[in-house]
């Protein structure tokens, strides 16, 4: 079964250092592989995607993910952490090739960017 | 207004209610689903549905039933809540044109209590 690892619970970052948010991946086949960003009682909202070519996937709010055939890893990425950056982050996959396939969801990582 | 609209917000209720969450969205999508929040496990899903007269279970959905009324209404009901179903409860749709690249597009969440 496809699913999707995120071995952090908590990540701490000083504000303006670079961030990373670790996201392993087991699947069959070719991996659609999401980040979902959860802020204080909202919803969670979409980041980016990895489907097919560049490695380097760029999205929303300045992330970017790195997809890793290799490794089987898939971890999202800042530059410059900021404070808002602060939520809960969820690494996702989908868990088949066919068009029915639904999103899988890993345990989620919270994120903590301190001033 | 939200494109996904969740009521009510948060609910207390006592064991062996019943208790019914709705789902209403304005995305114009086919595919709504229900999801579990709870800490450490991520999200888990508990139905879906790819069109009005189609409804699946997830991976936990054993303590609930859905209905789809309509394209734009799925709602999740708890026939005789107990302590174990407190969460907190999204419902998505999706864009079953996208594909398998699509995302979810979730609503604000219903936090149930059940003492």
């Known amino acids: 079964a496809q699913s999707v690892a995120q071995p952090e619970d908590q990540v701490n970052v000083a504000e303006g250092n670079p961030l990373t948010v670790k996201c392993t991946y087991s699947?069959?086949?070719?991996?659609?592989l999401f980040w979902y960003v959860q802020y204080p009682n909202r919803g969670l909202q979409f980041l980016l995607k990895y489907i097919t070519g560049d490695n380097l996937v760029k999205g929303s709010y300045g992330f970017e993910a790195e997809f890793n055939k290799s490794q089987t890893s898939f971890h999202l990425k800042k530059p410059s952490a900021l404070v808002s950056d602060s939520a809960l982050y969820f690494c996702?996959?989908?868990?088949?090739?066919?068009?029915?396939?639904?999103?899988?969801f890993g345990s989620g990582t919270r994120l903590s960017i301190r001033p | 207004d939200a494109d996904v609209t969740q009521t009510p917000r948060n609910r207390i209720t006592k064991t062996g209610k019943r208790i019914m969450l709705e789902c209403s969205q304005t995305k114009g999508h086919d595919r709504m689903y229900w999801y579990r929040q709870d800490p450490g496990l991520g999200l888990r899903l508990i139905y879906y549905?790819?069109?009005?007269?189609?409804?699946n279970k997830g991976e936990i959905s054993d303590g609930y039933s859905v209905s789809r009324q309509a394209q734009a209404k799925f709602s999740l009901s708890l026939e005789s809540a107990i302590p174990n179903q407190t969460a907190l409860y999204f419902c998505a749709t999706s864009d079953p044109g996208t594909g398998l690249t699509g995302e979810l597009f979730f609503g604000e969440g219903s936090r149930l209590t059940v003492l």
């Open positions: 996702a996959v989908r868990d088949g090739p066919s068009s029915a396939s639904k999103i899988i």
């Open positions: 699947v069959s086949g070719n991996p659609y």
């Open positions: 549905s790819f069109d009005v007269k189609d409804i």
